[in-house]
């Protein structure tokens, strides 16, 4: 077993710097040993009172570091590909935001590149599966404790979008998690999906169609849709409602204190994903940790990382024509059967 992962962070953006955060204060197992950004001065500013930690500016001179013994990758996702390889030739533990890479094409190429090393080294963002509630459903689900899982209605519900959020980015950045979780849910490929646009928000920019209406089929027949809703304005909601044969299981719900005061009543919506997810970001990358220093990964793999790709890719074509549109997949290599 390795004795410590000295991770080198590649990306000091919002979700570099959270990870950061986490490595250094919350994580065992594991130190931050090296920032990398191309904007030297935000590393510097990510490693302030880390000890040993260095700050470069770019992720080949973190690669050949001597320290360094992992990554944690979360730059954005165009920018992944290479540095994915670049890990893959250190056999390196590898922790890669999502996307593993932005389409299913280059997804697939390393797919095949961890394939050709012999064993899975890149685990991949997919932070829901960590969530308590997702875990308590997806062992309701595989125990079959309600008989077996019919349908599958999920909302995912931001306060509003930054600028530039284009509307393939509502699949390809916001319903690839819903594609990843009824992966998870039902331990099978997705086989169809298919967008509807429906009345538009007025609080939509310019070119965003809000909200959308995505309909999901998997390999055995299981229906699920996904409400997204980018400018929903009262805040960040992500649920889920499961219709089983024997009942319905419901998470994701408003948590919190409930109060009632001053003649109103009421609780407080989380405004953003770092809330919602704050703990389950927690357990996965101490899953990674611990798995890494075993020479495993703890959660989702680069075919999970694929899969979505394709997933995304179907959807952004159903979004434009309106028609269910199939997905394509490549057949799965023996290295990453039988997980989902």
Not at 303 to 322: F, L, M, N, P, R
Request: charged content about 25%; aromatic content about 8%; some cysteine.
């Amino acid at each position: 077993m390795t004795d410590i992962l000295r991770v080198a962070v590649i990306g000091a953006g919002r979700m570099g710097a959270d990870h950061i955060k986490r490595l250094s204060t919350r994580i065992h197992g594991a130190e931050v040993a090296a920032v990398v950004d191309v904007d030297l001065s935000r590393a510097q500013a990510a490693i302030a009172g880390i000890d040993g930690a260095v700050a470069l500016a770019s992720a080949d001179e973190a690669l050949n570091n001597g320290d360094v013994n992992a990554v944690l990758i979360a730059t954005p996702g165009f920018l992944h590909e290479e540095i994915l390889y670049k890990a893959l030739e250190k056999d390196f533990p590898i922790l890669c935001e999502k996307p593993l890479t932005p389409d299913a094409e280059s997804a697939w190429k390393v797919v095949q590149a961890e394939t050709a090393l012999g064993h899975k080294r890149i685990q991949v963002g997919f932070m829901r599966r960590f969530d308590a509630e997702y875990a308590a459903l997806g062992s309701m689900i595989r125990d079959r404790e309600l008989g077996e899982l019919l349908m599958l209605h999920h909302q995912h519900r931001n306060p509003d979008t930054p600028a530039g959020f284009t509307n393939e980015m509502l699949i390809n950045d916001s319903v690839v998690h819903e594609f990843d979780a009824i992966r998870f849910f039902t331990s099978e490929e997705i086989t169809s999906v298919q967008v509807r646009l429906g009345k538009a928000t007025r609080n939509a920019p310019n070119g965003q169609h809000d909200p959308q209406h995505v309909l999901i089929e998997t390999e055995s027949g299981v229906l699920a849709d996904v409400e997204i809703y980018v400018n929903a304005k009262f805040g960040y909601e992500v649920a889920t409602q499961a219709s089983f044969e024997d009942g319905i299981v419901s998470i994701g719900g408003d948590g919190g204190p409930y109060v009632r005061s001053a003649g109103r009543w009421g609780g407080k919506v989380t405004p953003g994903f770092e809330e919602r997810f704050g703990a389950a970001y927690d357990v996965e990358v101490q899953a990674w940790v611990d798995a890494a220093r075993r020479g495993e990964i703890g959660g989702p793999t680069a075919w999970d990382g694929y899969a979505t790709a394709a997933c995304c890719e179907a959807g952004v074509e159903a979004q434009k024509s309106g028609e269910k549109v199939a997905v394509q997949l490549n057949t799965k290599p023996e290295l990453y059967k039988p997980e989902l």
